[in-house]
């Protein structure tokens, strides 16, 4: 009896222990044998190392995500950009003052080269009328009736189904071992919110994006907060290591990207004191995926190319790194 | 033999329970009984009941608290206030410029009432000299060694010690039902995340405050955040809901403050479909704190006040409501 009761109490107290790294179950079962993995392994390993010289406390396992182009794609355009696309159409019999007025005439034909040669000013016009004059709530329903409903141009996929499954693997993996895990993008907040939970289980306020102002204002007799058509804050390059401070008020430990655009976030991480893994996503499969760099005008990854190999970060070389891409691969 | 397994499996599956709330231990000890601590418990089994009606699922359930006569003292003056005098005093001896020039000469003579005679043109002033200038590091040990030195000048504790022991009570009654706390204050960021985490168990990124402009830069090789001496965002009034979207992303479903400077975020929460629970700390006790509202220059509670009775708020009368309000109190 008492052995039976001591067996018992056995597996109590393993089925209640805070669950470990299972050894035994490969937590990044899509990422190939390599120094990338490798990389990633002995980073968590030597942080979470209960009496190493390398320990950090969970409070302090800050990890931040880029999302173009590292957690999700980004071509043929950024998928937001799309999605501002797909609402200049849906809006267009409401303004036909559009049909003579640049860039709209040109989106409403298909024609995103002529479009965009308006350049700043242009893409300001599209996220004035895409992203502003309607309230916060108004536009979580369109990015999220737009996010079920459009399909990639060349996948035919949803967006949300062109994720990168060894990047949700790694934010599985960082979250068993105590980690917080950020977005800290580019991309609007808003649009970002819409997904970012369910498709990465991180919640709203671990998601760090672009901002246009906001206006709180009482509005028959029940408060809203509307969206304005003006820039307030721009995460991207310098902006990232600024959102980071702002929003997180700590120094992640690792951080992740894939373009120029998040050069000083990794600088930012990686030129702190103590431990930290800094790793650049190299889109280097033209068949699975895409393949661009130094000359790409979306996702250009130049000068953070040079970095890494000065600063000795991680590189994964998504051909041979990743044994599988997207989760609808066959 | 199965009755004792039966037993040991029955212990098991209560051990791996979800802590419940503790009705064999009061979680509110320096609640007195009466309507605000009624209210506060009877909101909180609302949400969490499992197959109720109200029940809300643990991710949405947001509290937000006002830092300055919410969860800490705020008189006589702003605490940081105190602590941007106090630096104007520790700098003075570089400026000696200073002497001749307002609000910093009054300011060194303890002249608070001429030095804040030049309005918010001198307060700005203060802050740019005392919250800027300096990167986000040196601020925060600047910060935290302040706190650990200076005491309130009345009651001479130091001013992590003037933190109202029922509102601690609260947070971790919360939080032990699920709930994510959160600070909404007009108060610095940086200032409040100095001490938020050891005093509140609020970590940094769900303390959200007023902050000033900052800039990334590589300063003799190496990445640095400096503090710009320019406003980015006034986390007060109508900035607070703003600061709720843009910071959190979610509308709470619980509010807390003490001023008419968080009206905006008690109307944003309340006037929500759903359970909500908005709460007003009315400073009634003039003995034991202080006692302050409709005509007070800080933490002026008046319009709020009159809200609070239209709409079925939660006011919480210090003087009857609160058994103890700090812990140094014999």
């Known amino acids: 009896m008492k052995n039976f009761a001591a067996v ?9 222990a805070a669950p470990a790294a299972r050894t035994e179950t490969d937590p990044l079962p899509s990422w190939s044998d390599g120094s990338a993995r490798t990389s990633i392994i002995a980073f968590v390993e030597r942080v979470t190392k209960k009496d190493g010289p390398d320990f950090v406390d969970p409070s302090q396992r800050i990890a931040t995500f880029d999302n173009d182009g590292t957690l999700w794609a980004e071509q043929p355009l950024y998928f937001q950009f799309l999605f501002a696309v797909d609402r200049v159409k849906a809006l267009a019999p409401q303004h036909p003052e559009w049909k003579n007025k640049e860039p709209f005439a040109s989106l ?66 960082l979250r068993a071992n105590g980690f917080k895990t950020f977005i ?107 393949a661009y760099d130094r000359t790409s005008s979306i996702g250009k990854l130049d000068k953070g190319l040079d970095e890494a190999t000065v600063q000795g970060w991680t590189v994964v070389d998504m051909k041979t790194d990743w044994k599988q891409i997207f989760s609808f691969e066959p």
């Open 184 to 290: 800290v993008s580019g991309g609007g907040v808003e649009f970002m919110r819409a997904f970012a939970e369910k498709t990465y289980g991180i919640p709203a306020e671990q998601t760090i994006g672009s901002s246009g102002k906001e206006k709180f204002e009482i509005r028959d007799g029940k408060p809203v907060i509307t969206k304005l058509p003006e820039i307030d804050f721009v995460d991207d390059g310098p902006g990232k290591p600024v959102g980071i401070q702002k929003f997180i008020g700590q120094r992640p430990i690792a951080a992740f990207g894939n373009s120029d655009g998040d050069l000083q976030m990794l600088q930012w991480t990686c030129s702190a004191p103590g431990p930290h893994l800094c790793l650049y996503v190299h889109h280097t499969d033209a068949t699975r995926e895409w």
């Open 108 to 173: 409403e034909k298909g024609d995103m080269k002529s479009a965009l040669s308006g350049g700043e000013k242009a893409i300001a016009e599209i996220l004035a009328v895409t992203h502003a004059g309607m309230t916060t709530e108004e536009f979580e329903k369109i990015a999220a009736t737009w996010l079920t409903t459009a399909r990639h141009p060349t996948t035919n996929q949803p967006f949300t189904s062109m994720v990168y499954k060894p990047m949700l693997e790694l934010l599985t993996y």
């Open 8 to 16: 018992m109490l056995g597996a109590l107290a393993l089925s209640c």
